[in-house]
């Protein structure tokens, strides 16, 4: 038995079921976003992101399954390394895709993505991410990525995989006005 909580889930009408779960987009003061390689699909990048635990009244919410995704797949800390800034909390912003795999296998049609978007703090991370991130798998949780870069969001949907290419320019979507206010603040 599984000592991690169940996911949330949402079912459509047609009766399909789809797990919840929450991506972190972590971009630092080029615009650039974070990525990570996985380790058991090389060349497969992607944000930290994961199930959003189901604990009855005390669920989580998309940001906090965010920031605990980037913490436990890459050691980033909320307030020391990453601020948070806005979350899709609303179902009608998600994405669903097909997925296969254990997925399929308990009882999902795939999964049902939320992103929660949040900007580099620290200074060191935002040059060099792989110096700053610790991806041997935090909160008892096994590694999921083999290395870390921060690449412009264009290129990131353009090299994802297709059945997962909808969430990330839904992701591009809502962040760019976010991300692009950040931006002219900053210069």
Same mark, same amino acid.
């Given at each position: 038995m599984s000592s991690f909580a169940p996911s949330q889930y949402s079912m459509t009408p047609d009766g399909r079921k789809w797990r919840k779960c929450a991506a972190a987009c972590v971009v630092n003061s080029a615009g650039d976003v974070l990525v990570g390689e996985r380790l058991k699909i090389s060349g497969a990048w992607g944000a930290p992101q994961g199930g959003m635990d189901d604990r009855g009244q005390q669920s989580e919410t998309v940001m906090q399954a965010a920031s605990r995704e980037a913490f436990e797949e890459c050691g980033l800390r909320c307030g020391e390394h990453i601020q948070p800034v806005a979350a899709q909390e609303d179902e009608s912003l998600a994405v669903r895709y097909e997925a296969g795999g254990w997925l399929k296998e308990a009882g999902f049609a795939g999964q049902q993505l939320h992103w929660a978007l949040f900007f580099v703090v620290d200074p060191t991370l935002d040059r060099d991410c792989a110096s700053v991130c610790d991806l041997s798998g935090q909160n008892g949780e096994a590694p999921e990525f083999a290395r870390v870069r921060w690449q412009p969001l264009d290129e990131v949907i353009a090299n994802m995989w297709p059945a997962k290419r909808g969430p990330y320019q839904a992701?591009? %979507?809502?962040? %760019?006005?976010?991300?692009?206010?950040?931006?002219l603040k900053q210069r």
């Open positions: 992701l591009q %979507t809502w962040a %760019t006005p976010l991300i692009e206010e950040k931006l």
